[in-house]
């Protein structure tokens, strides 16, 4: 029963891991908690925002939303008999949905982690208490809710509704996908899965691959990560980077293209430019000054996030796009933001709404690769680096069809001081891949 948790235990309870996926209880009781948890279980796979599944996690105590450490652990011999019992409580629930068991050791003790990935049969009811009756449950921020009203209409209208980063590539088979990068990418996030020997339950492991037609077929996402080349499946995975002279029709500098697995794109991306991030120096009699073009922090989180909440569906082949400027950088992903995500969401002025995101499965490796934050908060850390630097403000726009999402980053008051800045000259093409 006992299976292989993919992230890093320690990102669980570090606070690494959003609080709307994540709940923490001491201990297992079947006539205590067992129905809190159940409700959370059937939340967690209904995935209301597309926020990949959570975690409940058995044997930790937590204060104020974090985990308490060292944790407290449960005896090693009721591991067996607590899943075995979790099991028979998830029988209660319509459709039956089970959660995956990962008993890991944190602080010398044993926890018992339920990872509950979203369902593909979604929406999933669960009882009232131990005879009530079955309701509809979701996570709103960091408590399990009753779904009512609107709430209830939009998880209903998400019934086999499947991101399109997590559905299945039946043009694509697992031998598209290269263990070399998954393990790379275990290695890279600390994960116990980097010991497993088997590829194929490696990447069952990761939700990477699931069954259909007795073979195991590849996600979108899994594709997008891991294959040598995603451009095979998914045209606009590149991002082009193009530096003018002068305004939008002027001539063009440099130009560079990066292409490979997405992680691979955003990190060469931010290679090339990091001239633009290196700290100036301006002395004026006894001032000395401090600052960058543009903020690296700024620049991380406008590239991350332009990857991040693109399509890659056909309908949108376009790259995304890097414009430099003289005065400004630009960094434009198509289409634009989901509906019911406005531009005062954006800026910081009012918390976003809990629509579905567009990807799931692609924010969530970004994150465990610590190059995405939480949802939400990508704009804010714009914004206050920004600040933070002397910068002018940065400036979000879209148009009224969703045709595309631009952030435009100012470049520095002093910016002008150097001259123009170049992008890294690379020996290779500038067209880098796997």
């Given at each position: 029963?006992?299976?292989?948790?993919?992230?890093?235990?320690?990102?669980?309870?570090s606070?690494?891991?959003?609080?709307?996926r994540?709940?923490?209880?001491?201990?297992?009781?079947?006539?205590?908690?067992?129905?809190?948890?159940?409700?959370?279980?059937?939340?967690?796979?209904n995935?209301?925002?597309?926020?990949?599944?959570?975690?409940?996690?058995?044997?930790?105590?937590?204060?104020?939303?974090?985990?308490v450490?060292?944790?407290?652990?449960?005896?090693?011999?009721?591991?067996?008999?607590?899943?075995?019992?979790?099991?028979?409580?998830?029988?209660?629930?319509?459709?039956?949905?089970?959660?995956?068991?990962?008993?890991?050791?944190?602080?010398?003790?044993?926890?018992?982690?339920?990872?509950?990935?979203?369902?593909?049969?979604?929406?999933?009811?669960?009882?009232?208490?131990?005879?009530?009756?079955?309701?509809?449950?979701?996570?709103?921020?960091?408590?399990?809710?009753?779904?009512?009203?609107?709430?209830?209409?939009?998880?209903?209208?998400?019934?086999?509704?499947?991101?399109f980063?997590?559905?299945?590539?039946?043009e694509?088979?697992?031998?598209?996908?290269?263990?070399?990068?998954?393990?790379?990418?275990?290695?890279?996030?600390?994960?116990?899965?980097?010991?497993?020997?088997?590829?194929?339950?490696?990447?069952?492991?990761?939700?990477?691959?699931?069954?259909?037609?007795?073979?195991?077929?590849?996600?979108n996402?899994?594709?997008?990560?891991?294959?040598?080349?995603?451009?095979?499946?998914?045209?606009?995975?590149?991002?082009?980077?193009?530096?003018?002279?002068?305004?939008?029709?002027?001539?063009t500098?440099?130009?560079?293209?990066?292409?490979?697995?997405?992680?691979?794109?955003?990190?060469?991306?931010?290679?090339s430019?990091?001239n633009?991030?290196?700290?100036?120096?301006?002395?004026?009699?006894?001032?000395?000054?401090?600052?960058?073009?543009?903020?690296?922090?700024?620049?991380?989180?406008?590239?991350?996030?332009?990857?991040?909440?693109?399509?890659?569906?056909?309908?949108?082949?376009?790259?995304?796009?890097?414009?430099?400027?003289?005065?400004?950088l630009?960094?434009?992903?198509?289409?634009?933001?989901?509906?019911?995500?406005?531009?005062?969401?954006?800026?910081?002025?009012?918390?976003?709404?809990?629509?579905?995101?567009?990807?799931?499965?692609?924010?969530?490796?970004?994150?465990?690769?610590?190059l995405?934050?939480?949802?939400?908060?990508?704009?804010?850390?714009?914004?206050?680096?920004?600040?933070?630097?002397g910068?002018?403000?940065?400036?979000?726009?879209?148009?009224?069809?969703?045709?595309?999402?631009r952030?435009?980053?100012?470049?520095?008051?002093e910016?002008?001081?150097?001259?123009?800045?170049?992008l890294?000259?690379?020996?290779?093409?500038?067209?880098?891949?796997?």
């Amino acid at each position: 029963m006992n299976s292989i948790l993919p992230i890093n235990v320690d990102d669980v309870l570090s606070g690494r891991v959003e609080s709307a996926r994540l709940e923490f209880t001491p201990t297992w009781d079947p006539k205590g908690n067992a129905s809190q948890i159940l409700k959370t279980l059937s939340a967690f796979a209904n995935d209301l925002q597309n926020l990949n599944g959570g975690y409940v996690v058995i044997g930790v105590e937590e204060r104020d939303g974090v985990a308490v450490r060292p944790v407290r652990g449960v005896p090693p011999d009721t591991l067996d008999s607590i899943q075995k019992e979790v099991q028979g409580q998830c029988n209660r629930l319509d459709p039956v949905y089970v959660p995956i068991f990962c008993p890991v050791r944190v602080d010398d003790r044993h926890v018992l982690v339920l990872w509950a990935p979203p369902s593909d049969i979604r929406p999933h009811q669960a009882p009232d208490g131990e005879k009530g009756e079955r309701k509809y449950y979701v996570r709103i921020g960091s408590e399990t809710v009753e779904a009512r009203g609107d709430v209830l209409r939009q998880l209903v209208e998400q019934t086999a509704r499947v991101p399109f980063d997590d559905r299945l590539n039946r043009e694509a088979s697992s031998e598209d996908l290269r263990i070399t990068l998954v393990r790379e990418f275990l290695r890279d996030i600390a994960s116990d899965a980097l010991a497993e020997p088997s590829s194929e339950r490696i990447y069952a492991s990761m939700r990477i691959t699931r069954p259909v037609n007795g073979h195991a077929a590849p996600t979108n996402a899994g594709l997008l990560f891991f294959s040598e080349d995603p451009r095979r499946w998914f045209r606009g995975a590149k991002i082009e980077v193009a530096q003018f002279q002068d305004g939008a029709g002027g001539n063009t500098l440099e130009d560079q293209v990066y292409s490979g697995p997405l992680h691979h794109q955003v990190r060469q991306c931010l290679a090339s430019l990091q001239n633009l991030t290196t700290t100036r120096i301006l002395k004026r009699g006894f001032e000395t000054r401090r600052w960058v073009d543009y903020p690296s922090q700024a620049l991380r989180e406008a590239i991350v996030n332009a990857v991040y909440h693109r399509s890659y569906e056909p309908g949108f082949p376009d790259p995304t796009k890097v414009h430099i400027y003289p005065d400004r950088l630009e960094v434009i992903s198509y289409p634009g933001p989901v509906q019911g995500v406005e531009l005062i969401h954006l800026v910081g002025e009012i918390p976003p709404p809990p629509v579905p995101s567009r990807n799931r499965q692609i924010g969530e490796l970004l994150k465990e690769l610590r190059l995405a934050e939480a949802r939400g908060k990508g704009m804010a850390r714009i914004f206050r680096s920004m600040r933070e630097n002397g910068s002018p403000e940065p400036h979000i726009d879209f148009d009224s069809g969703r045709t595309y999402f631009r952030v435009t980053l100012p470049a520095h008051p002093e910016h002008g001081t150097f001259g123009a800045t170049r992008l890294v000259r690379r020996r290779k093409p500038t067209v880098h891949s796997m």
